[in-house]
């Protein structure tokens, strides 16, 4: 599951706080963390621990 959360993790920052910013034309809110940005976090580790769950359930098969 620890593995899972820091995957989470990884997408938020790339996805959330670098990619998508620079995609819309807003290079000035690269790393701006927020209200919006904290709870973004908090749906991408629930993905990540989700994923990490499925896995391990296969994994296990």
Do not use: K, N
């Not at 819309?24 to 709870?39: H, L, S, Y």
């Not at 629930?46 to 098969?61: D, S």
Request: aromatic share 14%; charged share 5%.
């Amino acid at each position: 599951m620890g593995a899972g959360i820091v995957y989470g993790v990884i997408w938020w920052v790339l996805g959330a706080l670098v990619m998508m910013p620079l995609m819309m034309g807003m290079t000035d809110m690269v790393f701006q963390i927020g209200d919006a940005q904290w709870m973004s976090l908090v749906g991408h580790v629930i993905f990540g621990i989700v994923t990490a769950g499925f896995f391990t359930l296969i994994q296990r098969r």
